[in-house]
């Protein structure tokens, strides 16, 4: 079984700081991809990053996959009130399962 | 949105009562999911389907079993509740878009075993 280790556990900003999540493997992923989880509610997918090296930017976020696709970030620019959730990286396992992350306890405070 | 609904969303009951957990998908998805969500240890799969009466362990599927008769329905039982069952369990489906399968969540059934 690949496993997916994400770092922090969790975070707790003010409103407009900068910010970066890890997710790390010693395995080789064909792609990764990242869900955010608000409470009482089910995750829901951001990104997927399949290519070594790729970035993807959605508005404030920015993903990033590992030249080597054994390791992921997503870093936030001027967090917000409303980023707080759990972010959950997750990389394919045999057939059409998911492998999922710890999870990053992300609070950003006003 | 995915169609996808789960009940009860929260349920209290005893050590040792059977309990049945239900996942209803309106897609006609052919893979379904049961996760469980503890602090610390993110999603862990339970048990998962990929088609009627086709179904597979997870990571942690002691103390659970779990039925599909029917596309649209997925059953998670536990025969006999413990405590350390006690979690938020999420049913999920999975789209495939050209070479990536992505999972969609139901909102979660909130499990408590006094």
């Known amino acids: 079984t690949q496993l997916l280790e994400q770092s922090p556990q969790f975070l707790s900003i003010q409103e407009g700081e900068n910010l970066t999540v890890y997710c790390n493997s010693s395995s080789v992923f064909s792609s990764l991809q990242w869900y955010r989880q608000e409470p009482g509610e089910g995750p829901v997918l951001l990104v997927t990053v399949v290519t070594g090296g790729e970035v993807k930017k959605l508005k404030r976020l920015t993903f990033q996959f590992g030249d080597a696709r054994k390791d992921s970030s997503l870093h936030i620019t001027a967090a917000q009130p409303g980023d707080t959730g759990l972010y959950l990286c997750?990389?394919?396992?045999?057939?059409?399962?998911?492998?999922f992350g710890g999870g990053t306890r992300l609070m950003v405070k006003p | 949105d995915a169609g996808i609904t789960q009940s009860p969303r929260h349920k209290v009951t005893e050590t040792g009562t059977p309990v049945t957990l239900r996942c209803h998908q309106t897609?006609?998805?052919?893979?379904m999911y049961w996760y469980r969500q503890d602090p610390g240890h993110g999603l862990r799969l339970i048990h998962y389907s990929y088609g009627v009466k086709d179904t597979d362990k997870g990571e942690v599927s002691d103390g659970y079993s779990v039925s599909r008769s029917k596309t649209e329905d997925f059953l998670l039982t536990l025969e006999s509740a413990t405590s350390s069952q006690t979690s938020v369990y999420f049913c999920a489906i999975s789209r495939t878009s050209g070479s990536t399968d992505t999972q969609y969540f139901g909102p979660g059934t909130r499990l408590t075993v006094l």
């Open positions: 997750a990389g394919p396992n045999a057939g059409n399962m998911l492998t």
């Open positions: 897609e006609n998805h052919r893979y």
